[in-house]
């Protein structure tokens, strides 16, 4: 016996009239009664739907009730997608066209939006058509799938001089916000996400070193420090807790008169972290795990700082045979790019 089940402040029914390997029928009514009267006539044949009608918004409702809701993040991936179809006129999930996308985007771009925000739109887009077919709750593929990411312009990540992660923190331990001194030391002790860093307890504060927990890939990390750092955040940790500070630090930043690319406020100290750890001949391998990165890809972007990376232009090039010392032979000896 089908049976609606409330949902929120909504009556829904979720139900495959052919069995298990059928179609599955979801629908949300506002009474239980509509709920209940829909089951009856779909079930005695005096309706059958001719073909899915259902909006953009109600499939994205659909999408956060049977699977968005276990994600990281997932009451603000909702309403960034409900604002998305919103923007988008709201229209028939299965008539959504590439052109009608294409023009939506392109109205974004013409208003200032960065192409990294609108290709995180259409990957978050994307996903959810592939998990509403992976469960069944629509039976075709929607055309966005093809859709390719616009092209983005790499831009270089920012790192802190010595001198500028003094002054730095100088200005964050002079603010009103007890906590900010901290989290950017925890940051660039660790190379923490700022919401790592901030999220930080005294549990899990352990082995002369912190625990972050609640990471974007959920993978927990152990990431040691100076014994100095440790028994700091650890003493503050010890009578208070970490409060939210991202604005403070912004206003910090603003009082040191760096000047940071767009985009890369809080990541900066992530950045100042691994630039450093690689200046000063750490393996890449390594900083891969400290970071949590889950491939060595990303963490790769940071190879360039290496000291013997350029380095190896000039020792394992094909002109390196021609300098001093090289094996270079003909007959009158050897050979340097002098004698040419």
Request: proline share 3%; charged share 20%.
């Amino acid at each position: 016996m089908v049976e609606p089940k409330k949902s929120g402040d909504k009556w829904l029914v979720d139900f495959r009239p052919d069995g298990v390997s059928g179609r599955r029928i979801i629908r949300k009514f506002e009474t239980k009664a509509d709920a209940n009267r829909f089951i009856k006539d779909f079930l005695s044949g005096r309706i059958e739907p001719l073909g899915d009608n259902r909006r953009l918004s109600q499939l994205i409702s659909d999408w956060y009730d049977l699977h968005g809701v276990s994600l990281k993040s997932a009451v603000g991936t909702k309403r960034r997608l409900l604002a998305l179809a919103h923007s988008l006129g709201d229209p028939v999930a299965q008539k959504l066209s590439v052109p009608d996308f294409s023009k939506y985007r392109r109205s974004r771009l013409d208003a200032g939006i960065s192409p990294a925000t609108l290709n995180r739109e259409l990957q978050t887009l994307k996903a959810v058509f592939r998990e509403l077919k992976r469960l069944s709750v629509i039976d075709y593929e929607s055309p966005l799938q093809t859709v390719r990411k616009l092209h983005q312009a790499k831009t270089e990540l920012s790192y802190l001089t010595h001198n500028q992660i003094a002054t730095l923190l100088s200005e964050c331990r002079k603010s009103r916000n007890r906590s900010l001194f901290y989290v950017v030391v925890v940051s660039l002790a660790t190379g923490a996400r700022w919401s790592e860093a901030e999220g930080l307890t005294l549990a899990n504060c352990q082995n002369c070193g912190f625990s972050f927990v609640d990471t974007k890939n959920g993978t927990n990390r152990h990431v040691p420090v100076a014994v100095d750092v440790y028994h700091m955040v650890a003493g503050f940790l010890a009578s208070d807790s970490f409060s939210s500070c991202h604005g403070a630090f912004r206003s910090a930043l603003r009082r040191t008169g760096i000047n940071l690319p767009a985009g890369q406020l809080a990541h900066v100290l992530r950045h100042t972290f691994a630039s450093h750890f690689v200046m000063a001949g750490g393996n890449l391998r390594t900083l891969q795990q400290i970071l949590g990165h889950s491939s060595l890809t990303v963490t790769m972007r940071y190879a360039h700082f290496s000291p013997d990376f350029l380095n190896q232009a000039v020792t394992l090039g094909p002109l390196a045979a021609f300098a001093d010392g090289n094996n270079v032979e003909s007959d009158g000896g050897f050979i340097t790019l002098a004698d040419f």
